[in-house]
């Protein structure tokens, strides 16, 4: 069904309770902000009114995947100028989960705003990448008012692993399932949420939970994003998830059970403070670091909203496994301080490099499978992460011992 829309029915609306969740519990002070409390600032209707507006679009496509428990259509964009290539890489968003962090909902806002736009960065998305996004994924919570729960009361968040499964999470459940049966399935899941706190970070899965090389996937997908945004993103290892195995209750969940390494799914956390904003930054820099972990390498950046620096870069180190020592190479395109330091798998500190100034130009160090304090490390995977100015890049390399 494309841009046809149904006037909404009025409800009774009641508030919700909260939980504990990974986004944290709603504070008290939550009652005193300037929110509409029936539907915290963004309701269904104005959801309407928007997809009228983005349906305008030769690039949007808009579909009901189906309904919620109170009836409402679960709409998605599809955004692309070649949405049936059977080889553009697909990107897969859903937002507003949790109807009180309606901040998750203006980041994606903000995303559909820069994909849409007359802007080179985006042509060049549309014609190689394919977007579904779900704009708000629980409308029922969002006009009854609830901080977190759909009509039956239910965190369709963490509601993955029940039977039977929430109307919503069948329907995103099956949606999944269909596109990864395409020639092109998903490669990045995307979960937008805001946590009560005033930072943005994305919730890091620890090796336990997942495998050694999805750990290094994650930190460098993290730290790519990080780098268009200065000072806008804590670093990867600030909320660390999965500690103790895998849950199987979270979308995450079922995409690593399903689909392990090969889908880079990750829960964003916007910030959710009267100091919350730069939706646009933060939207432009997911979007380019998703385009750099799908080895879309999109150059012309001059002029336009990008702060990554062309020519700084950090290469693999060689040999690559080694077992003596290994050569890191980096090229610097500004005159900075330069910091690379290597960790375990766990994120645990091994030895700092290098920290210092340097100049200009193509730069060397050696690494001879020591740590801080001249003993040789372990063999198996290492991470090591350059750091200089507003850029940050990580690798990882494998010492045999």
């Not at 059970?257 to 889908?263: K, S």
């Amino acid at each position: 069904m494309k841009h046809t829309f149904i006037l909404l029915f009025l409800f009774s609306f009641v508030l919700g309770q909260t939980v504990n969740h990974k986004c944290g519990i709603i504070p008290e002070s939550e009652l005193i902000l300037q929110r509409d409390n029936q539907n915290w600032g963004y309701g269904y209707d104005s959801l309407l009114v928007d997809l009228n507006r983005w349906g305008e679009s030769p690039f949007v496509t808009i579909d009901s995947l189906g309904a919620t428990v109170q009836n409402r259509a679960l709409w998605e964009l599809t955004i692309s100028a070649n949405p049936e290539s059977s080889s553009n890489h697909r990107i897969y968003i859903h937002a507003r989960t949790h109807p009180g962090e309606e901040e998750s909902f203006w980041v994606t806002n903000e995303i559909i705003n820069l994909l849409l736009s007359d802007t080179p960065i985006a042509e060049f998305v549309r014609e190689n990448c394919v977007f579904h996004i779900i704009p708000m994924y629980n409308p029922d919570g969002v006009e009854l008012g609830f901080a977190r729960e759909n009509a039956n009361g239910v965190d369709i968040e963490s509601g993955w692993d029940d039977e039977p499964l929430e109307p919503e999470v069948n329907v995103l459940k099956n949606r999944f399932i269909e596109l990864m049966t395409t020639d092109n399935p998903v490669e990045v899941a995307l979960n937008m949420h805001s946590a009560y706190s005033c930072v943005r970070y994305f919730v890091y899965h620890d090796v336990d939970g997942t495998s050694e090389n999805y750990a290094v996937l994650e930190q460098q997908f993290i730290s790519g994003i990080q780098s268009y945004f200065e000072g806008g993103f804590e670093n990867w290892d600030y909320f660390i998830s999965w500690t103790s195995g895998t849950p199987d209750q979270y979308p995450e969940s079922w995409w690593w059970v399903t689909h392990g390494e090969n889908v880079m799914a990750l829960t964003y956390e916007d910030m959710n403070c009267a100091e919350a904003g730069l939706y646009d930054s933060t939207a432009n820099a997911i979007v380019r670091g998703v385009c750099d972990y799908i080895e879309l390498n999109y150059m012309n950046i001059d002029g336009e909203n990008g702060t990554h620096p062309i020519g700084l870069s950090l290469g693999q180190n060689y040999p690559n496994p080694f077992n003596s020592n290994t050569k890191i190479q980096y090229t610097l395109s500004e005159e900075n301080i330069v910091t690379i330091i290597l960790y375990d798998i766990k994120g645990s500190k091994i030895k700092t490099l290098i920290n210092n100034r340097q100049t200009v130009g193509e730069k060397s160090i050696l690494w001879d499978g020591k740590n801080d304090v001249g003993e040789l490390v372990s063999g198996g995977m290492y991470v090591y992460t350059i750091t200089s100015g507003n850029f940050s890049s990580t690798r990882k390399t494998i010492f045999l011992k």
